[in-house]
């Protein structure tokens, strides 16, 4: 007897797409404390609506509530309490008006086949390999009759013809062979005559197996003008590693544009008050900057007895001055940094003009 095709069981299963955990909502999820159990809880809760397009009921007819979740994912009840609220906030669950729970990603998540379809597409795909397997057989027959007729000068041709060689697909990393993925980055960088820190390349590196892993394709042409770009953003002082680890984590098919945020700070000038001759009295522009003046400020007081503006020896009148400053941050219980960086950098007014 042929079963019926309408009674037959069909197999769920749950796609994931490959950015996943790049989105915006899944990253704010995880960020949180205990983030890793939200996501989990998440997946399990995706992997039981599948068969009812998303829906959460009981026995189709119950919604769940917090204990029955917790009870049947294995989650504590108030991980469970806590990740309910965020996935709604986020727009990732929605409450419907019998009170049953909604998983709107599941709808475009979900794939689905019978046993039968199952049997078949193994069926296909081992005869496309069979077929495939013979043809690449019939081709290497020929292609081994055909090399005896190739001298040793077109095999030169054929070697400088890189650059006209098809889009190199990356492929995994193989740590026994150095010129695996990453070895091609690696020698682009030496054929072009490039020259990078140990870090940045260690980076690069980490973006040649990121590139591989996604299965993004990418031509030798390509991977020079991405080099070429990165050494021209260092030389104009970007922070290249930055850049590179930040195109990773956000799932960029490239390497991003540059913004000011990733300007290395100490290849910035300094700029200068010009009201005063110290060169180390500065008009500081960003956190680094303010700590260099508040160790300079220390320094002129407290071991040199500079006026820090001019680098003068003190008056008595600003000793005394000082030594009242000094008393006071003691009286406030906080260290003489600590009452520079307060009063003197942070105001941007000299201590020897506070009364």
Known sequence: MIPNKS????FFWLKLYHDFFNRDEIRIIESQPNGKDYIIFYLKLMLKSINDNGKLL????????PEMLASITNTSIDTVRVAIDAFAKLGLITMLDDGAL????????????????????????ADKS??????????????????????????SIELKSKDNIPPYIPHSDNSNNKFGVIGIWLEHIADIGLSFTDDEILAI??????????????TSQQIKLILQNLNAHKKTGYDICRMIRHSIASGYKGVMTPTKDFLINVNKPVVRTGKYPSSEYITPENQAQKYDLRNYLERCYMRDMVDPRTG??????????????????????????????????MTGICLLDQP
């Open 312 to 345: 003068t020896a003190l008056t008595d009148s600003q000793k005394s001055l000082f030594n009242a400053h000094f008393l006071r941050c003691k009286s406030m219980s906080i260290s003489i940094t600590d009452y520079i960086y307060r009063n003197e950098v």
């Open 102 to 125: 909604f998983m709107q990603e599941v709808q475009k998540m979900v794939g689905s086949e019978t046993a039968d379809a199952e049997r078949m597409r193994v069926k296909r795909a």
């Open 205 to 218: 590196s980490e973006f040649a197996k990121y590139k591989s892993e996604s299965g993004q394709s990418i």
């Open 58 to 65: 009981f026995k189709d007819t119950i919604p769940y509530t």
């Open 7 to 10: 009674s037959q069981k069909r």
């Open 130 to 155: 069979q077929l495939k397997l013979t043809q690449k057989n019939k081709k290497q027959t020929q292609s081994e009759h055909c090399s005896k007729n190739v001298t040793l000068e077109n095999k």
